[in-house]
């Protein structure tokens, strides 16, 4: 991991939006299953993912998810069971209601906000199974109040032995019950177009790999996404306080994710900086993803040295990154001052990992350097909202001509007419 002056340093960001095969390849899957519905998603399922859906059926039955209770343990039930009452409670105090403001002159002006009625949450399958990401998916969208949830995971796992238990457990804890055995472009297609046997949904969230996120980048407008995610992000602003050995493990904790991930140490203290190179090489060799996560350091990873905390601050708000980890004494005095990030964790018992499955905050957050203007997945999310205007009589009567001179400053003289006609017609009236 190199050690730099901040101000030499500077973050590589490619938005990732495939070769022009995989766009290709994309477009063909999308487009067969619009035009050919079940008929596509089974032929597709055998020559993508070698399953035979006409035997197996696209939706999973009631026995399957009991089945899958009997090959997980109870510390999962345990640890899945918590983490969803504490991420249900974070998000429940997101809600808000619908508002109306009577005015003076009897108009009425308000919002109303109501759920999206149908969400499709799509759940990696594969080599990696995350019924975390389930949780972060569809609770807030429970809380939003969103009556139908509609899940799709790839239909066989490593072991080729059908969907993984921890998913399907994880989905009949929280109580999706409409899950459907297709992965990859394919099913995005189905849950943003419909098919004989999949309705259609209003928004599609969920991590996936690039086909998915293509798939996602190319029905929207059909339907809402909730964003093409890039590769995960974390900066540690340190001061010589920090335990080395906490800042390199937190860091890999993002570098296992993939070799596109970055990991930032930003410090003032260049002890520190040596301490945690040393710290990481003794801790990779301990991964599993040993490969993965060394390539990460090695090409993105860095340790940016800075003349004060402030300095560090100002650094983090230019990355903007994913997550950022503030081991510093008084982390408090500087949560104010951080102005781009996707979560923030503070002090050194608040390690990113307690974010990202139990704390409750979601860890659907954004990447790329867009925390400067997104947030984290949450319940307005599934929320939509409409405006309600009421006019009364002397309302209209009184501010009428206002409203006729703002449309004929822009031309648009029927805007004005249908404004000055009720004018006229209630000023005879009045008369």
């Known amino acids: ?179 459907y055995r297709i992965g990859g472009a394919q099913a995005i297609a189905a849950l943003a177009f419909g098919t004989e046997t999949i309705r259609p949904v209003d928004k599609i969230t969920g991590p996936g790999n690039i086909y998915v996120a293509l798939a996602k980048r190319y029905v929207y407008g059909v339907v809402d996404i909730d964003s093409i995610a890039g590769p995960s992000e974390i900066a540690v602003l340190a001061d010589e306080s920090a335990d080395p050995a906490y800042v390199a493990a937190d860091l890999l904790s993002q570098a296992e994710h993939d070799e596109m991930a970055s990991a930032i140490l930003v410090t003032t203290s260049e002890s520190l900086g040596r301490k945690v190179q040393q710290e990481l090489q003794n801790q990779l060799k301990l991964l599993p993803r040993q490969a993965i996560a060394a390539k990460s350091i090695e090409e993105r ?21 994913e997550h950022v980890e503030l081991l510093v004494e008084e982390p408090l005095a500087y949560l104010g001052s951080l102005c781009n990030a996707g979560a923030v964790f503070l002090g050194p018992y608040s390690s990113e990992p307690v974010g990202d499955y139990f704390a409750g905050p979601n860890h659907i957050l954004p990447t790329l350097g867009t925390a400067r203007f997104s947030s984290p997945l949450n319940v307005d999310d599934f929320l939509k909202k409409s405006s309600v205007i009421y006019y009364s009589r002397e309302a209209l009567l009184a501010n009428g001509h206002h409203i006729v001179t703002l449309a004929q400053t822009e031309g648009l003289d029927g805007h004005a007419r249908a404004i000055q006609v009720r004018l006229e017609r209630e000023g005879r009236r009045h008369d």
């Open 1 to 179: 991991m190199r050690m730099m002056p901040a101000d030499q340093f500077t973050l590589a960001r490619e938005v990732e939006y495939g070769t022009a095969e995989q766009n290709d390849t994309v477009k063909s899957i999308v487009d067969q299953v619009r035009k050919e519905g079940d008929r596509a998603l089974i032929r597709l399922s055998a020559e993508l993912d070698g399953a035979d859906l006409s035997m197996l059926g696209l939706r999973v039955k009631e026995e399957e998810i009991e089945r899958a209770y009997s090959r997980v343990d109870g510390r999962f039930l345990a640890a899945i069971r918590q983490a969803a009452d504490n991420i249900r409670r974070f998000h429940e105090k997101q809600l808000r209601n619908s508002w109306f403001d009577v005015q003076p002159d009897g108009s009425l002006l308000g919002m109303m906000i109501r759920p999206l009625q149908r969400v499709g949450m799509y759940v990696p399958g594969g080599k990696a199974a995350y019924p975390s990401s389930l949780l972060m998916n569809v609770i807030p969208a429970q809380v939003a109040g969103v009556p139908e949830i509609v899940m799709a995971t790839p239909p066989a796992t490593a072991g080729g032995d059908g969907i993984n238990p921890y998913v399907l457990v994880t989905a009949a804890e929280i109580g999706v019950k409409e899950i």
């Open 301 to 321: 990873g860095a340790i940016l040295l800075v003349e004060s905390i402030k300095e560090g601050v100002e650094v983090i708000n230019r990355l903007a990154p």
